[in-house]
């Protein structure tokens, strides 16, 4: 069996499937087609994930770990560069796929428990202006795997269990919808490391048809919406994808999705200094989200995350002002709207995505 550390050849491919994107019924199936009995996939499921790979495991015969390796691959995200923050604790991780392309994950400690940030694709092709995800686009979409194995790796390697997911990193997840609804079904196996669908937050840039599917999947999982602007002109000159799913069609659907799921949506709001971040934007913001979510009889609650922007050399942009902050958030709080400021983990590691990803691209273009 190959070992984790492994990568593919440049330009290979392998016909195998992935092991770790397999659920337990498929697991169980695949067994019994090769002549092994189903409990098997009782030892093998709970073992891959705790991030033990098949070779390691000494309650597998030799005949079955060899079947293993003609039907499939495993590989664990590997740990290329890893920051600590000295203010925090928040731990951020630069993982290197078996490709050789690479994503970052974030770790962050509460005394709640320890939420882990992951990427969904490598790269991004929503172009958000502010993102560092985003610069050089799209590379591929991440499997169910190696969306899972960032959670493993990242788990093994701090030796504490995670206990919340916030997939806010590298990458669109609505944009790579498959993947990342069988990964949710993964993490959630109570054989596996069993992560409760209301300890998980989903956040997308605005994909209409994606929210739409997501409502009919009926998981009890947050959704964040990053709207960061008031109305379609701001919102397009920052975010592209405006230009095909508008303020008023995004809000449409965040509508219904609260009507069918009852759960709560977050919207994020990233400030940017001069471009959305006057009390009058605050106050277009409060106009637009009372306005199409809530009715007479509609009580939706609505919750503003406030964000200062993060300083990504190539996007120009600058971070409000504290003051400015505080004031958007006064007026948002005096039109009935909840606002929180997101704190701000890992400051003196870069620990917003793309940035580390970036850092090490352009030092291998140089």
């Known amino acids: 069996m190959e070992t984790r550390i492994q990568r593919l050849e440049e330009g290979a491919t392998d016909p195998r499937r992935e092991l770790l994107s397999l659920l337990p ?6 067994m019994l087609s090769v002549g092994e009995p189903k409990y098997r996939a009782k030892q093998l499921f709970p073992q891959l994930h705790r991030g033990v790979a098949p070779e390691e495991m000494t309650n597998l015969g030799k005949r079955l770990q060899q079947k293993l390796q003609d039907a499939f691959w495993y590989h664990l995200p590997v740990v290329e560069r890893k920051l600590v923050s000295s203010l925090d604790g928040t731990v951020k991780y630069l993982f290197g796929l078996r490709d050789g392309n690479c994503v970052e994950s974030v770790v962050m400690k509460y005394r709640h428990g320890n939420t882990i940030c992951i990427s969904s694709q490598v ?8 993102c560092a995800s985003t610069i050089g686009g799209r590379v591929r979409d991440l ?17 504490e269990r995670i206990s919340n997911i916030v997939m806010m990193g590298i990458g669109e997840p609505l944009d790579n919808y498959d993947n990342v609804i069988r990964f949710l079904h993964l993490v959630n196996c109570e054989e596996g490391i ?12 605005g994909l209409v048809e994606g929210i739409e599917r997501l409502m009919r999947e009926e998981l009890p999982i947050t959704l964040s919406i990053s709207l960061h602007a008031p109305d379609d002109e701001t919102r397009s000159a920052i975010m592209p994808i405006n230009r095909r799913y508008g303020v008023d069609a995004l809000l449409d659907v965040c509508r219904r999705y609260y009507g069918a799921t009852g759960r709560r949506i977050s919207f994020e709001y990233t400030l940017i200094a001069g471009k959305n971040d006057s009390p009058a934007s605050a106050q277009k913001l409060a106009q637009v989200l009372n306005g199409k979510l809530r009715s007479r009889q509609d009580t ?20 409000s002002s504290k003051e400015a902050v505080l004031a958007f958030a006064r007026v948002l709080e005096s039109r009935g709207i909840r ?12 620990a917003s995505c793309g940035q580390l990803r970036r850092e090490t691209l352009s030092s291998e273009e140089s």
């Open 25 to 30: 019924g498929e697991l169980e199936e695949w």
């Open 123 to 130: 790269g991004c092709r929503m172009g958000c202006k502010f």
């Open 143 to 159: 499997t169910p795997g190696e969306l899972l194995g960032q959670v493993l790796a990242a788990q093994k390697d701090c030796g």
């Open 194 to 205: 069993c992560i409760g669908y209301r300890h998980i937050s989903l956040s997308t840039c």
């Open 300 to 319: 939706m609650p609505i919750h503003v995350n406030l964000i200062p922007v993060n300083e990504v050399t190539e996007a120009g942009f600058r971070k």
């Open 339 to 350: 606002a929180t400021v997101r704190r701000t983990l890992g400051s003196d590691i870069n």
